[in-house]
């Protein structure tokens, strides 16, 4: 079964999903609630992803990119963002291609069907964990570097995870010599290496998770009081974190309110 029937889909739209279930890829209308500009405290990753981003649209040297670190900070977010604002800006679009973190396998086909297309695709996989041990560890890990199938110039892979080597298994094992640790190790950091660019996202303290609230507030038209402020830093206490996304939350809730 092919997972690209029909190849003018991509005429339709930007954004695409592939469903493992229907082995297809499939076009998906994304609905942008904030822009680029509205994810916060990030500044140089946020400059580094859209130049890496551009200079492939461009036809420039560009890399695959990971990005790694605190969950809620925007990883996924400012990918999809600045797909969106470059094809604003230029008339050879990118296709932004989501796989699910299940559907490695069928990676060796969907760069094989893709590569000969006459569009760039930024193939995107969100918050993705693997055992170094799988077979999905070792052949995105061929993909990325060593395969013929690397060396498609129209696709670019940008992955997120909250690891920073992308791996789950412990790389410190009981009863082991320490060279076999030093190759446990080796293996571990060997996908994540892979990558050109790698970002890290890192917990944002309560001085910034206020001021991002405060922005997220201004621009959905909310006017906060003092004692929803208290109210900002109590609902960051049962999120446990003081990311974007729980400062984005708590607007939402207090939007629902009025």
């Given at each position: 079964m092919k997972i690209l029937k029909n190849k003018n889909?991509?005429?339709e739209n930007d954004f695409f999903l592939l469903l493992p279930n229907l082995m297809e890829i499939v076009s998906w209308k994304h609905e942008f609630e904030i822009n680029f500009d509205d994810i916060l405290f990030v500044e140089d990753q946020k400059k580094k992803l859209f130049e890496n981003i551009k200079r492939f649209s461009t036809n420039l040297h560009s890399h695959n990119c990971f990005l790694w670190g605190a969950r809620g900070m925007g990883k996924s977010s400012l990918i999809k963002y600045a797909v969106k604002r470059i094809n604003n800006e230029i008339s050879s679009k990118i296709k932004f291609v989501e796989i699910f973190n299940h559907s490695l396998k069928y990676l060796p086909e969907l760069i094989?069907?893709?590569k000969d297309l006459n569009y760039k695709f930024l193939i995107f996989i969100d918050d993705i964990t693997l055992d170094n041990s799988q077979n999905e560890f070792k052949l995105f890990k061929s993909i990325l570097d060593g395969s013929l199938l690397s060396n498609s110039q129209n696709v670019k892979f940008y992955v997120t995870s909250n690891l920073r080597h992308l791996s789950i298994?412990?790389?410190?094992e009981e009863n082991v010599d320490d060279i076999t640790k030093k190759d446990n190790y080796s293996n571990i950091v060997s996908l994540s290496d892979r990558f050109g660019i790698r970002l890290g996202f890192f917990e944002n303290n309560k001085e910034n998770y206020l001021k991002i609230v405060e922005h997220y507030a201004e621009i959905n038209g909310v006017s906060l009081k003092k004692e929803q402020i208290s109210m900002a830093l109590e609902w960051s206490l049962e999120?446990?974190?003081?990311?974007?996304r729980t400062a984005y939350q708590f607007i939402q809730s207090l939007k629902k309110l009025r």
């Open positions: 889909i991509f005429k094989y069907f893709l298994k412990d790389p410190i999120k446990g974190n003081f990311s974007g």
